[in-house]
């Protein structure tokens, strides 16, 4: 280790000017290049203190005795300095107004119920107590505030200022089954009802339906985002108008690229809205509901609200067996359970008729064919030769098996469907089995 204090010179003139002010530099083991400290002292005694103890300090951060001087410094800031700093940043990285103002609103409420003056405020006991209190915030709602917090400290960290966020091993409130808005899918017959409530505003209710577009994005939805003159139709979604900040680009249906088309005025620019001033209020549209004969709550305590438009638009996917993974990137989620647990209402799903297709799992013997007489209702079981294509006739002449069972169906004149007990089937196995090809049933006159 070195060290030693001096006075800068310089050379001004062809003169020597010696600084009034000292200043330090120093290296310790392991580093490799020498720091300098101004000390602003111009006394020599004080200023090998002041360098003995910046030495002293660096080398008790380098073994994790003390924290570093910055997040010294930090510590002794109010929490809303900090705050106002993180507001600033994601401001200047150009995050949407009403991101920054959702996460500003609940932080400052957090320091102020939880009274977080300091950052060693901020602790798991007091974050979990005043959530422990908040019985009219949903699941969903004290995530977010949790969400909030914990993004500010992840930034703080990664600055320095702190060590490591101190609620990073808080658990989120499980949100499945206790939300407190529940949302259902319309289904088609409502949807026919609501676009013809109003003709202004059915092209709005048409392209949430037809996109899953957000309320936001519809309003921020301009003719430049928008490509129907050509195949593919399509609506460029701009990453400054979407939650997640990212562009995506939604095909876009038959009808809906038609009634675009009919909007379109026949002068427009690209920054030109689409809908602007159409998209109703919720007071509008609640009275859109109640003259299309749609309940906003129904009687399962489910909303029919704006957003619900989207959860149609997800469990329509859904309905005509869009594989979940596409449906997760069309709803442009990041985890599928959100796609198919949240905005997939299956109380709209063909659930009756997709166990309707499941097999009976009975052992039919189909594409039977019955040569010689026609048998319409009655069929001579006694008379039925099991022939297996795959040997020859030979071993088929003469083989006989008893189907006691009645005929199931007989599907035209000379196709044949039986089913075979379990006892016949092991019959058959001790004559020549009952494994694929399947046997053929062919009726012979004795």
Known sequence: MMRNVFKPKRRVNGKVKIGRLYRGRYRIDGMRKHVEVALNTPEKDVAEQRLKKIIKEQQQESIGLIDSRLMRKAAGLPVVEHLDNYIADREASRLSEDHIRHINTRIRLLIRECNWKLLSDITTESFCKWRSVQTSKAPKTLNEFLNAISAMLNWMVKRGTIAQNCLKSVEQVKERGKEVIKRRAFTDNEMIHLLDVNKSREIVYLTAVCTGLRRGELEALQWGDIQIDSAPYVIKVRGSTTKNGRDAIIPLGGRLVEELRKL???????????????????????????????????AQDQRADFHALRHTFCTNLARKGVNPWLAMRLMRHSDINLTTKIYTDTTQLPMVEAVGRLPDFFPVVEAGVIQGECYDTQLDTQNLVFVRPDVSSAVNEGKKVDAEKSLVNIGGSHNLSLRVTRSQKNKMAERGGFEPPVPVYTSTAV
Not at 267 to 286: A, H, Y
């Open 264 to 298: 379109r005025p026949s002068s427009w620019v690209g920054n030109d809205l689409v809908l602007g001033g159409l998209i109703p209020s919720m007071k509008v549209f609640r009275n859109d509901l109640k003259a299309a004969g749609i309940e906003y709550i129904n």
